[in-house]
């Protein structure tokens, strides 16, 4: 069971190159949702997807998309990087559980670089 | 303005000592108080709080939540080299059965043996 799943790992790309950041999660959750993380700011949500065919903002959303390919899959999109987005990006996913519990969990992260 | 602030920011101790990480937030109307392990890589689920009180991870850990004062504690004693990470604390909020969760900047917790 992979739980959630990014790819990739690594990137380094060159200021107004576009990428896309992949999230697959294998845990049937209806909610998804990309973070990104700078040191000393905590994580900030910048997209999220309350269920299949949905998407919302964030905190942070400008300079970024999203798309809900389907219940597993949840992508991030950088049309024209920017050194700002420079920054170690996360995704997750969350269910309901009984008695009202929703936890999310996180995929491994993707460290990114925009020179 | 909708913060979550921690304290401290980094904490250096010796094995075996007990440390108190501290969240502090603005918002009364939310769900539940979450805490998180980061060590290399992804957080990790510790604690979810929902109102007042204590609740117990495992014999070592343990997390207090006081609505009425704004803020949690997470208590870790006996502290091991393996409890070395970054603790993260987030409010929750539910919008549309997503949970939007705000979180602080996070404290470096560094155990050394």
């Known amino acids: 069971n992979a739980g959630v799943t990014q790819t990739p790992k690594f990137q380094v790309l060159k200021t107004g190159q576009s990428m896309t950041l992949q999230c697959a999660q294998d845990?049937?959750?209806?909610?998804m949702y990309w973070y990104r993380q700078d040191p000393g700011m905590g994580l900030r949500l910048i997209y999220y997807?309350?269920?299949?065919?949905?998407?919302d903002k964030g905190e942070v959303p400008n300079g970024y998309n999203v798309s809900r390919l389907n219940k597993r899959e949840f992508s991030l999109r950088l049309e024209s990087a920017a050194p700002s987005q420079t920054s170690v990006y996360f995704c997750?996913?969350?269910?309901?559980?009984?008695?009202?519990?929703?936890?999310?969990?996180f995929g491994a992260g993707t460290r990114l670089s925009v020179l | 303005e909708d913060k979550v602030v921690q304290s401290p920011l980094s904490l250096v101790v010796h094995e075996g000592d007990t440390v108190t990480l501290n969240c502090s937030y603005e918002v009364t109307n939310f769900r539940s108080l979450l805490w998180y392990k980061q060590e290399k890589k992804a957080p990790t689920f510790l604690f979810m709080l929902?109102?007042?009180?204590i609740e117990k991870k495992s014999g070592r850990l343990s997390s207090i939540l006081d609505k009425k004062e704004l803020f949690s504690i997470l208590n870790i004693t006996a502290t091991q080299t393996g409890d070395s990470a970054i603790y993260l604390c987030a409010r929750s909020r539910i919008i549309q059965g997503a949970q939007k969760l705000v979180f602080g900047q996070g404290t470096r917790l560094t155990i050394n043996p």
């Open positions: 997750a996913s969350s269910e309901f559980l009984a008695g009202g519990r929703n936890i999310q969990y």
């Open positions: 845990m049937n959750h209806n909610s």
């Open positions: 997807s309350a269920s299949e065919g949905t998407t």
């Open positions: 929902t109102s007042s009180g």
